[in-house]
T-cell receptor, first 113, second 114 residues
């Protein structure tokens, strides 16, 4: 079956530009997570969606970051006015429920020049 | 607030020897504990989890982990390491009573030497 997909796989942008990263979770998974991973480092939690509940945005590093999840399925992470420190791999994961294991997508590698 | 510690950045073990990757956690309520593995140039994969029940849980690729409530630990183990086990391992915790999101540890890089 299809896993979690993310697009684009790579994104190179110039400082100050806006970028949108997309995540398609596994069908039927109610929970969706966004993380950021710098080179060889741990995962930094960004945002979490669970069903129709208000998202947990506590991990977003600044107001330049936002995310939405339409129809309980596809999610888009938007970074406005990108900075060089935003360069990282952005990972999306989904799970069936809140106590279930997460399935991760391949990530989007963002490079801000 | 929940937190996870992986006290070793790097673990080296000879092929065929047992391996242990350590994880300790802190939560206010009941812990939900997970181990994930990240192979080079590949995404994170789930290995095993502890929610409730037996303290010893078995997972993929011959890995197991033991939940120890008194020591707040959830160490990952394998009786006989393979070179192909070389990867980055992450422990994660969610507070079953109070937390909504997962907290991941910083990761431990395991190198299995032939």
């Amino acid at each position: 079956g299809a896993g979690v997909s993310q697009s684009p796989s790579n994104k190179v942008t110039e400082k100050g530009k806006d970028v949108e990263l997309r995540c398609d979770p596994i069908s039927g998974h109610t929970a969706l997570y966004w993380y950021r991973q710098s080179l060889g480092q741990g995962l930094e939690f960004l945002i979490y969606f669970q069903g129709n509940s208000a998202p947990d945005k506590s991990g977003l590093p600044s107001d330049r970051f936002s995310a939405e999840r339409t129809g309980g399925s596809v999610s888009t992470l938007t970074i406005q006015r990108t900075q060089q420190e935003d360069s990282a791999v952005y990972l999306c994961a989904s799970s069936l429920g809140t106590i279930d294991e997460q399935f991760f997508g391949p990530g989007t590698r963002l490079t801000v020049l | 607030a929940q937190s996870v510690a992986q006290p070793e950045d790097q673990v080296n073990v000879a092929e065929g020897n047992p391996l242990t990757v350590k994880c300790t956690y802190s939560v206010s309520g009941n812990p939900y504990l997970f181990w994930y593995v990240q192979y080079p140039n590949r995404g994170l994969q789930f290995l095993l989890k502890y929610i409730t029940g037996d303290n010893l849980v078995k997972g993929s690729y011959g890995f197991e982990a033991e939940f120890n409530k008194s020591q707040t630990s959830f160490h990952l183990k394998k009786p006989s390491a393979l070179v192909s086990d070389s990867a980055l391992y992450f422990c994660a915790v969610r507070d079953g009573n109070y937390g909504q999101n997962f907290v991941f540890g910083p990761g431990t890089r395991l190198s299995v030497l032939p």
